[in-house]
């Protein structure tokens, strides 16, 4: 009997659903415990979260966050990027560290061609911005590219905690602070080497320097915000934009009602200047066209456009095109994805965030409630999705700020009746550490084991004795069980161990049915080949004799 992968996925959320819908009822368990051993619980809680000054308390969450996504890197995802995306990505850091911009057109291009790598005049790329590849460079070059988002996610929630008590107060900071490091989504995208945990730095320390100017009036932090929106722009340029507009349409506001000089415009944009002309001169290099992004060249000229239409994108749904119903599907599927992977509560971990909503908005929530819708709606006119097997990832950058309302949203709830509700901020301790307890104890490592074990053409590939060598990477036909998703992992985790001049002692390539071995032996003459194939939940190396 062959079982659907769709099936085994569904399978797999029903489980851990079920087991952690189960633990929600214990947000009720102080209802039936005597006031004073509530009263007791809370003093306790309190000590523990304030028992550090703020100095040591952003320390401790620092070095939480950085040991937690490390281990998670090492022992859940081994180190290695486990999508095409990623390993297109750390593809172009690879070619930044040998100092290069491009790698040379290999022999048989379309033998090792990735599909998220662009061959375009004589060059080979990565079709994506260059701002998550300069990172990943960077830790290319100290032999640890997998630590560099553990790194980023570190900053990431540094700067929440700055951004929370900013908008809020210390009690908001340091739960905010809590509640994100106990974040499935965070913690299992914090850890990987996608292009979203640069974005999220860089638009996190972006909002963090535009609050301390607005506290401080030190021009000093515009150009720093403008660095930070530099980076975001290179790095997700359509990210970056969603994500600032509310903030650019404030600051107009502002200006027009004269509350706001012309000079703040100027440092923000000193900083910014240099990463838009870095950006138009990497797309002149890449694409001969400065206003042509790399990823416009990727299969068809509309696969990555914006907006609506018959060739807008690639096949979704079982049709090709983007409408109104497919961008109302995706919205859905990613609120619901999102209720699941934002906090590991099933069903309710939005409920928080609605409690804002339903409520009259102070000026500080309606200026975080319209940067995360802005983004939100931006992503209704983009083709895909963008559900990974860790959350919605074109919600990334909202996280903090969806995080720091929800926070608000549980110090909002105030029930007659219930003896512990009626402390001001009891019901934020209560309810949000017995729900991290379910996340971290049954919530993520679930799902990290169903990660590590599920990523099936992820498995290792036996090292080889035989060197000079090129190994031929072998598709299981479309009849196997899981043959879909074992064939859009195997080959990007082979090629990932290429570096991109072909120069190793081991090279990974595509097997090519139409391509006779001998004309390979002939472009390989000092090279043994070897085929790789994906046979019983392991992958297999044998040689390919004369």
């Known amino acids: 009997m062959i079982v659907s992968e769709q099936s085994t996925i569904l399978t797999h959320y029903l489980t851990l659903w079920g087991k952690t819908i189960l633990w929600l009822p214990l947000i009720t368990l102080p209802y039936f415990l005597k006031d004073s051993l509530v009263e007791l619980v809370k003093r306790k809680l309190e000590s523990i979260i304030f028992f550090l000054d703020n100095f040591h308390w952003s320390l401790v969450v620092c070095f939480i966050t950085l040991t937690i996504t490390s281990l998670i890197a090492l022992f859940a995802y081994n180190a290695i990027p486990k999508t095409s995306d990623e390993v297109s990505l750390l593809f172009q850091a690879k070619i930044f560290a040998s100092g290069h911009w491009a790698a040379p057109l290999p022999p048989l291009t379309e033998m090792f061609q990735l599909e998220t790598t662009i061959v375009y005049n004589h060059r080979w790329f990565s079709m994506y911005q260059p701002g998550h590849s300069l990172m990943l460079a960077a830790g290319c070059l100290f032999g640890l590219p997998w630590l560099v988002g553990p790194l980023l996610s570190t900053g990431s929630i540094f700067f929440t905690y700055r951004i929370a008590q900013s908008f809020y107060d210390e009690t908001n900071a340091r739960l905010s602070t809590i509640l994100l490091i106990s974040s499935p989504f965070f ?46 722009f290179i790095t997700r340029a359509y ?11 404030y600051g107009i506001y502002l200006s027009l009602k004269k ?3 012309s000079y703040v415009w100027f440092w923000i944009g000193l900083g910014f200047l240099p990463f838009f002309l870095f950006q138009l001169w990497n797309n002149f290099y890449l694409t001969g066209d400065a206003l042509i992004f790399p990823y416009q060249l990727f299969l068809v000229k509309d696969y990555n456009s914006i907006g609506f239409g018959k060739m807008v994108g690639g096949i979704l749904y079982g049709s090709q095109g983007h409408t109104f119903a ?3 599907i995706n919205f859905f599927y990613n609120l619901s994805v999102l209720s699941f992977h934002t906090f590991g509560w099933p069903l309710v971990s939005l409920l928080p965030f609605l409690i804002i909503l339903f409520r009259k908005l102070s000026k500080t929530d309606a200026f975080v409630v ?13 083709w895909y999705n963008g559900v990974g097997f860790w959350g919605p990832r074109f919600y990334t950058e ?14 909002l709830v105030r029930l007659k009746g219930i003896p512990f509700f009626n402390y001001p ?3 934020a301790w209560i309810m949000v550490f017995i729900l991290i307890l379910g996340a971290v104890l049954l919530y993520i490592p679930l799902e990290i084991n169903f990660i590590k074990n599920s990523l099936w053409g992820c ?15 072998r598709n299981l036909p479309q009849d196997v069980p899981f043959a879909k998703t074992i064939n859009m992992f195997i080959f990007p985790a082979a090629f990932n161990k290429n570096d991109p001049q072909l120069q190793g002692d081991v090279i990974y390539g595509k097997y090519l049915p139409n391509t006779p071995i001998e004309k390979i032996r002939v472009l390989f003459p000092f090279r043994s080949l070897y085929r790789l194939r994906y046979v019983n939940n392991t992958n297999t190396l044998e040689e390919i004799t004369p």
């Open 187 to 232: 913690l299992l995208s914090g850890s990987t080497y996608t292009v979203h945990n640069t974005s999220l730095f860089a638009l996190s320390f972006f909002t963090w320097m535009v609050i301390k100017y607005y506290k401080n009036n030190n021009p000093l932090l515009l150009l720093c915000a403008g660095i930070g929106l530099g980076l975001a």
């Open 239 to 249: 990210t970056a934009l969603a994500y600032c507009l509310p903030i650019i349409a």
């Open 259 to 261: 509350e706001l000089t």
């Open 326 to 328: 497919k961008a109302f």
């Open 370 to 382: 319209s940067i995360i819708f802005s983004q939100i709606i931006a992503y209704f006119f983009y």
């Open 398 to 411: 909202i996280l903090p700020l969806l995080v720091i309302l929800s926070i608000q949203g549980i110090r």
């Open 425 to 427: 901020v009891y019901p």
């Open 459 to 473: 498995k290792p590939i036996p090292a080889l004795n035989t060197k000079p060598a090129l190994v031929l990477v």
